[in-house]
C-alpha cells in the first residue's frame, strides 16, 4: 500500500508540485518518503525515513530542481524498515532508469535468481522494487540489441512488454528515463491502482501527472484523464507527447481492500466512488443489524474510515449516530505502525472516548475491517471503562482469512484473527457482546455497482482465491521465514492453525 506520483512538467518548480501531491498520498505510507527530478541532464534525489513534511524542508526547493520528477511514500510490506530500501530505485543503464512501485511481485525469488545469476546484476536490497526495476532495465537492453537505440519508446515499450510476460503479482509503477520521459505502468490484473491526468494552463502544451489516487491531482490543476488499463503503458516523452501501448492483454480485477480501507473516501478508482461504495456497503450492513434485532442505544464508528458506513447504517436503521470516539490526529495510522507493539501502545495515544455517550448504554461500534483484532480490543476495554453495558460490533468488510499478497501489510497467516477461528471465537477472542461482519457478496455489490463493468475484484484476503494464480501453500509458507517479510511482522506470535489449501484459486 504505497503511494506513488509522477509529473512531467513545462516549468523546473515540479518538486513543489510533487510535495503538494505526495501529501495527499501520505495516508498510503508513513515509513519512507523519496523524490527524484529530471532536469534533462542530471537526476536528483533525495529520501529518508519519515513523513513528507519532515523529509523535505525548503531549501530542498532549490536542490531537487527539474521540469519532470515522481515520488512516492512507502510503508514497507517486504524487506527492512531501512532508509535504504525506500524508494525511488536507480539503475545507470541503459539510459538510466529510476523507478517507483505499489504493489508485490510475488514470483521474487525466480526473478532475484535472473537477475543477479543470468544478468550478473548486484542488488543492493531485500526490496522486490529493485529487482522489478532491474528486469525492466534488462529487458530494455534486450529490445535495444534486437532493435538499435533509434526508436528509444519503442526499445521501452517493447521492455515492457517483455517485464510484464516475466514478473507476476501486483505493480503499479512510474519511472523517469534519462534522454526519452517518464513511463507508467499496471500489472495484467490491475490490482492496485493507477491513473493519468493532464493540464494546459497556457495553451502552450500539456502537462501529464501519474498517482495511486486521483485525489492528488487536483491540488495542482491536473484534470483526470482515465485510469491506466491493466497491462498498458503509458509514455510521456521529453517534448510532452503522451504515447500509448497496450502490452499484454489484460483483464481488470483491482483490490477490493481498496475500497474498504486503503484509498481515501473522495477518489475515484476504476470508475468507482470510494466514498459511495462505503455507503452501499453501510446499507447491506444495516439489513443484517437489523435481523438480529439487538438492543442497541447508539452507533459509534471507528474514526476515521468507518465515518460513512456507520452513519448509512444509522440512516437505515433509525439509531441514532454519535461521534463517541475522539481521534487524536497527530498520530498515525495503527495499521501501518512499525511493529506489533508500537500499534498496540498507539490506541490510547490515538483515540478517546466519550464516557457521556456510552454510560450505561449498548453501543454497537462500526469498524472498516477487523484485521489483526488489537485496536478494536483495545477500543472495546477502552468503550468497557467508559461505562458501556454492552459492546457490539459490525464490520464493514468480511472476516480477513487469508494473507495479501499483493502489495498490503498483511502477508503473513500469524496476525489475522480471523484465520481458523469461528465468528463465536472471534467474539470471544475480541471480547465483545455481539459480532456482525458484512457478507462478501454483499461487499462484491457495493463496489461493482459503482462501475458493472469490472466483472471481478481481487478479495484472496477475504476467501483465498489469488488472480494471479501462482500462490501455492509453499509459496506461503517460504515467505513467512524468508528475509523478505518485515521484521514488524516477523516479530508476530503465530498461532496455531492450519492452511486448507482447498480454498486456494488453482
Known amino acids: 500500500m504505497c503511494g506513488i506520483l509522477g509529473i512531467a512538467n513545462r516549468n523546473d518548480h515540479v518538486f513543489a508540485e510533487l510535495y503538494d501531491g505526495l501529501l495527499m498520498l501520505q495516508h498510503r505510507g508513513q515509513d519512507a518518503s523519496?523524490?527524484?527530478?529530471?532536469?534533462?541532464?542530471?537526476?536528483?534525489?533525495?529520501?529518508?525515513?519519515?513523513?513528507?513534511?519532515?523529509?523535505?524542508?525548503?531549501?530542498?526547493?532549490?536542490?531537487?530542481?527539474?521540469?519532470m520528477g515522481m515520488g512516492h511514500v512507502r510503508y514497507p510490506t517486504a524487506g527492512s524498515l531501512s532508509a535504504a530500501e525506500a524508494q525511488p530505485f536507480f539503475v545507470n543503464a541503459p539510459y538510466?532508469?529510476?523507478?517507483?512501485?505499489?504493489?508485490?511481485?510475488?514470483?521474487?525469488?525466480?526473478?532475484?535468481?535472473?537477475?543477479?545469476?543470468?544478468?550478473?546484476?548486484?542488488?543492493?536490497?531485500?526490496?522486490?522494487?529493485?529487482?522489478?526495476?532491474?528486469?525492466?532495465?534488462?529487458?530494455?537492453?534486450?529490445?535495444?540489441?534486437?532493435?538499435?537505440?533509434?526508436?528509444?519508446?519503442?526499445?521501452?515499450?517493447a521492455g515492457v512488454k517483455m517485464t510484464m510476460e516475466r514478473v507476476q503479482g501486483a505493480y503499479s509503477v512510474i519511472c523517469m528515463i534519462a534522454g526519452v520521459g517518464m513511463l507508467a505502468f499496471r500489472d495484467p490484473h490491475g490490482i492496485r491502482p493507477l491513473s493519468v491526468a493532464k493540464r494546459d494552463e497556457d495553451g502552450q502544451g500539456d502537462d501529464y501527472a501519474f498517482a495511486s489516487e486521483?485525489?492528488?491531482?487536483?491540488?495542482?490543476?491536473?484534470?483526470?484523464?482515465?485510469?491506466?488499463?491493466?497491462?498498458?503503458?503509458?509514455?510521456?516523452?521529453?517534448?510532452?507527447?503522451?504515447?500509448?501501448?497496450?502490452?499484454v492483454e489484460g483483464k481488470l480485477t483491482p483490490c477490493i481492500f481498496e475500497y474498504v480501507y486503503l484509498a481515501r473516501p473522495d477518489s475515484m478508482l476504476d470508475g468507482i466512488s470510494v466514498y459511495k461504495s462505503q455507503l452501499r456497503m453501510g446499507q447491506t450492513l444495516a439489513k443484517q443489524i437489523a435481523e438480529l434485532d439487538l438492543d442497541i442505544d447508539a452507533i459509534i464508528p471507528v474514526p476515521d474510515s468507518a465515518r460513512p458506513v456507520a452513519l448509512e447504517v444509522s440512516n437505515a436503521t433509525?439509531?441514532?449516530?454519535?461521534?463517541?470516539?475522539?481521534?487524536?490526529?497527530?498520530?498515525?495510522?495503527?495499521f501501518i505502525m512499525p511493529g506489533q507493539e508500537e500499534r498496540q501502545k498507539s490506541v490510547r495515544r490515538k483515540l478517546n472516548a466519550v464516557p457521556l455517550e456510552m454510560k450505561d448504554r449498548n453501543i454497537l461500534l462500526i469498524d472498516d475491517s477487523i484485521v489483526r483484532g488489537n485496536t478494536i480490543k483495545k477500543i472495546v476495554e477502552m468503550c468497557r471503562e467508559a461505562g458501556a453495558k454492552k459492546v457490539y460490533i459490525a464490520s464493514a468488510s468480511p472476516p480477513v482469512k487469508f494473507p495479501n499478497v499483493y502489495g498490503i501489510d498483511m502477508p503473513t497467516r500469524h496476525e489475522l484473527v480471523a484465520h481458523d477461528r469461528t465468528i463465536?471465537?472471534?467474539?470471544?477472542?475480541?471480547?465483545?457482546?455481539?459480532?456482525?461482519?458484512?457478507?462478501?457478496?454483499?461487499?462484491?455489490?457495493?463496489?461493482?455497482?459503482?462501475?458493472?463493468?469490472?466483472k471481478e475484484f481481487d478479495c484472496s484476503c477475504f476467501d483465498g482465491?489469488?488472480?494471479?494464480?501462482?500462490?501455492?501453500?509453499?509459496?506461503?509458507?517460504?515467505?513467512?521465514?524468508?528475509?523478505?517479510v518485515s521484521k514488524k511482522i516477523k516479530d508476530m506470535p503465530t498461532p496455531g492453525s492450519s492452511w486448507n489449501s482447498a480454498t486456494m484459486a488453482s
Open 96 to 157: 538510466g532508469i529510476y523507478l517507483v512501485h505499489n504493489g508485490n511481485i510475488t514470483n521474487t525469488e525466480e526473478q532475484r535468481e535472473k537477475v543477479t545469476g543470468k544478468y550478473s546484476r548486484h542488488l543492493r536490497t531485500t526490496s522486490d522494487s529493485e529487482i522489478l526495476l532491474n528486469v525492466l532495465a534488462d529487458k530494455v537492453a534486450d529490445a535495444i540489441k534486437v532493435n538499435g537505440n533509434m526508436d528509444p519508446v519503442r526499445n521501452i515499450f
Open 465 to 484: 482465491n489469488y488472480v494471479t494464480g501462482n500462490i501455492t501453500e509453499d509459496y506461503l509458507a517460504n515467505l513467512e521465514g524468508s528475509t523478505r
Open 318 to 334: 433509525g439509531i441514532r449516530y454519535r461521534e463517541a470516539l475522539v481521534k487524536n490526529r497527530y498520530v498515525g495510522r495503527t
Open 214 to 247: 486521483d485525489v492528488a491531482f487536483g491540488i495542482n490543476g491536473f484534470q483526470k484523464l482515465r485510469d491506466v488499463k491493466p497491462g498498458e503503458a503509458l509514455l510521456v516523452d521529453l517534448d510532452g507527447n503522451l504515447h500509448e501501448f497496450q502490452a
Open 34 to 67: 523519496g523524490i527524484v527530478t529530471y532536469d534533462n541532464d542530471f537526476f536528483r534525489e533525495r529520501k529518508a525515513n519519515g513523513l513528507v513534511k519532515d523529509v523535505f524542508g525548503p531549501s530542498d526547493a532549490d536542490t531537487l530542481r527539474g521540469m
Open 424 to 454: 463465536a471465537e472471534i467474539r470471544e477472542e475480541l471480547g465483545v457482546d455481539e459480532l456482525i461482519y458484512q457478507r462478501l457478496e454483499d461487499l462484491v455489490w457495493a463496489a461493482q455497482e459503482g462501475n458493472p463493468e469490472i
